[in-house]
């Protein structure tokens, strides 16, 4: 059977075709109107994805990245939203509710919770905006007031889980941050009393400034004491020329007394020649010339030799001196030694204090942002349009039967006319004939007669 067999077929039985399409448009139409009526209502929720959070006042980076919106709608389908909208509505007290429950039930260990998140599910339907933002949360129903109602409540409770989802690990983390904050603030406790027991315990007030005030008698005891190693050297040269030659001495050569001694005894000399050559050495002018020389010789004998002494007397001192600026130049080097030291270790305990604080200041600043976040009742999600009692049924819907039923209706009267045709073959064209036997059959047109 070729096509245009088929096309002179369904022409001749069109009755059949139309008798069957009507027949299936009615009783699509009257089935529909036996079932009962559902009606549908949606509740649309929008998800705020963009903008600064209000407690931390950070931006909110994009969540619509790949299976976000997935995982919302998975959200809203949980069981534990649906048992919160069971519990927001109190269904599980509804006395038709139990008899249902006990007759669908009967003999079975069950919960009427559990019951009644599982049939509530069946009728709740979620659709996601492939383009927006913008979640369609619907429920179907008989009663229209009951469908929107419903659909309300699962947007409410959707709402209500994911600010729960959102807090819970704020509040876990605020208490975890409690403890540590207590912890941290022990520990910095512990630092500064460890600092003030180092500070009581070497008498430190002001490390730096000490430090700076030692140092500074270091280098006066340090330049004292190079200046004293010289007055010293000089000295003891001093002491140990005069002890070798004490006349030819500059020490003793430049001492006034003995100069003018020196020229005492010049005088007496010349004086004592002078009697010489005058008087004998009996006579008495001349013994008290020589006495006078002699006790002139002996004075200045005497004043070289003080002379000496002095200038060891103060080698020595200079000696001693330099020995104590020694001494105090040592102990003085070893207190700024110290306190060099008692800074190093001063630093790292001040360190540790700060270290501390810093840790105590960065866990409390987490701590209040956290006990803000887990306070917060502002979430990332707000209802866009609220679920209204529908004033048309859903389903059925003869709008969309008829031109199904009618579609169905002429495949099925398309089927009967060709079943019909088999059951009762009749001759409608050549192919019909040449398909009969082999009869040839002749073409004549008017144009070639």
């Not at 096509?3 to 027949?23: D, E, P």
């Not at 409690?178 to 941290?184: D, P």
Request: charged share 20%; aromatic share 6%; hydrophobic share 40%.
């Amino acid at each position: 059977m070729n096509f245009t067999q088929l096309v002179l077929i369904l022409k001749a039985r069109y009755k059949m075709i139309l008798l069957v399409s009507v027949i299936t448009l009615l009783t699509a139409s009257v089935v529909s109107l036996l079932f009962p009526k559902s009606y549908k209502a949606a509740t649309r929720v929008i998800l705020n994805y963009k903008g600064v959070d209000p407690v931390t006042g950070m931006a909110m980076p994009a969540q619509l990245m790949p299976g976000y919106m997935a995982t919302q709608v998975d959200i809203i389908q949980s069981k534990n939203v649906t048992l919160d909208v069971i519990k927001r509505l109190h269904l599980a007290e509804v006395k038709s509710l139990q008899e249902q429950f006990a007759q669908a039930t009967a003999g079975k260990q069950a919960d009427i919770n559990e019951w009644l998140a599982d049939l509530l599910q069946q009728k709740l339907m979620i659709l996601p905006s492939k383009e927006s933002s913008v979640i369609s949360i619907g429920y179907k129903g008989v009663d229209p007031v009951f469908a929107a109602t419903m659909a309300n409540a699962f947007a409410d409770s959707y709402i209500n889980l994911s600010l729960k989802l959102k807090i819970d690990p704020a509040i876990k983390a605020s208490q975890y941050l409690s403890e540590q904050t207590k912890v941290l603030r022990e520990n910095v406790q512990k630092a500064q009393d460890k600092l003030a027991e180092y500070q009581q315990k070497h008498g430190l007030t002001s490390v730096q400034d000490s430090f700076d005030v030692e140092s500074s008698k270091l280098r006066d005891l340090s330049t004292q004491y190079s200046m004293a190693q010289s007055q010293s050297i000089e000295a003891n040269s001093r002491r140990n020329d005069a002890a070798r030659n004490m006349s030819d001495s500059p020490d003793v050569a430049q001492n006034p007394v003995i100069q003018n001694m020196r020229m005492s005894l010049i005088t007496a000399e010349s004086k004592l020649a002078e009697m010489g050559q005058r008087y004998s050495k009996n006579h008495p002018m001349y013994i008290a010339a020589e006495a006078e020389v002699n006790k002139i010789k002996s004075q200045l004998n005497t004043e070289i030799d003080r002379t000496v002494v002095s200038l060891g007397n103060s080698a020595s001192i200079n000696s001693n001196r330099l020995g104590d600026l020694k001494f105090q130049l040592e102990k003085q080097k070893q207190r700024v030694l110290d306190l060099n030291r008692f800074r190093s270790d001063l630093s790292i305990l001040e360190k540790e204090v700060q270290i501390a604080q810093n840790a105590l200041e960065s866990v409390n600043n987490r701590f209040s942002q956290t006990a803000l976040e887990g306070q917060s009742t502002q979430g990332d999600i707000s209802i866009l349009e609220t679920a209204v009692p529908p004033l048309e049924p859903s389903n059925p819907s003869l709008l969309l039967i008829a031109p199904f039923s009618l579609i169905i209706g002429g495949l099925l009267g398309c089927l009967f006319a060709l079943l019909a045709e088999m059951l009762d073959r009749r001759v409608r064209s050549k192919d019909d004939l040449l398909a009969l036997g082999d009869i040839p059959v002749f073409e004549y047109s008017l144009k070639s007669v």
